[in-house]
T-cell receptor, first 116, second 111 residues
């Protein structure tokens, strides 16, 4: 399997612009997660989906952030309008239907976002 | 959101030495405790994990020690190698889905 695929890998954008990050989870995985990583706050869970349905979005920092999962093989995280403090690495991850021992979250390589 | 406290923030160990990273949690509902290893420019990858019904799990040079009563767990890396240099994250999850990460420990193993 190709693993979790994220795009773009790197993006530099100007403050106020819309940013869309994309994710293709591992085929057959029922859970999809969006994390944000910064030096100050570490890895933060933003939102996760089960079978394309958002389950917990309590980690989404504010209304400027939104996430969708229109089907089992695609998800987006959108920031509109973007601000410099949104600069971070955004990770998408997926997990199989059952997270028993040995099954866990598989991360993509991340999307490095810089807002100037 | 930080429900798992991890220390130290950074660690320097000589080759062949033992690296020890500690984590503590508050939420007794957590029932799955993995450790992740992250190399620069990559996403975190599962290293080893434990459930609270056992006190220790060993996989090669990596061992998790778990103290349920103290709500603490630790990662021990025996015979540390320069290739082990990475950032290590402890994590805790409940309902098998909602996983919370520690702040990370940057390990440097000197040759």
């Amino acid at each position: 399997d190709a693993g979790v695929i994220q795009s773009p890998r790197h993006e530099v954008t100007e403050m106020g612009q819309e940013v869309t990050l994309r994710c293709k989870p591992i085929s057959g995985h029922d859970y999809l997660f969006w994390y944000r990583q910064t030096m100050m706050r570490g890895l933060e869970l933003l939102i996760y989906f089960n079978n394309n349905v958002p389950i917990d979005d309590s980690g989404m920092p504010e209304d400027r952030f939104s996430a969708k999962m229109p089907n089992a093989s695609f998800s987006t995280l959108k920031i509109q309008p973007s601000e410099p403090r949104d600069s971070a690495v955004y990770f998408c991850a997926s997990a199989p239907f059952s997270m028993s021992m040995g099954n866990t979250i598989y991360f993509g390589e991340g999307s490095w976002l810089t807002v100037v | 959101q930080q429900q798992v406290k991890q220390s130290p923030q950074s660690l320097i160990v000589q080759k062949g030495g033992i690296s020890i990273i500690n984590c503590a949690y508050e939420n007794t509902a957590f029932d799955y405790f993995p450790w992740y290893q992250q190399f620069p420019g990559k996403g975190p990858a599962l290293l080893i994990a434990i459930r609270p019904d056992v006190s220790e799990k060993k996989e090669g040079r990596f061992t998790i020690s778990f103290n349920k009563s103290a709500k603490q767990f630790s990662l021990h890396i025996m015979d540390s190698q320069p290739g082990d240099s990475a950032t290590y994250f402890c994590a805790a999850a409940y309902n098998n889905n909602d996983m919370r990460f520690g702040a990370g420990t940057r390990l440097t193993v000197k040759p």
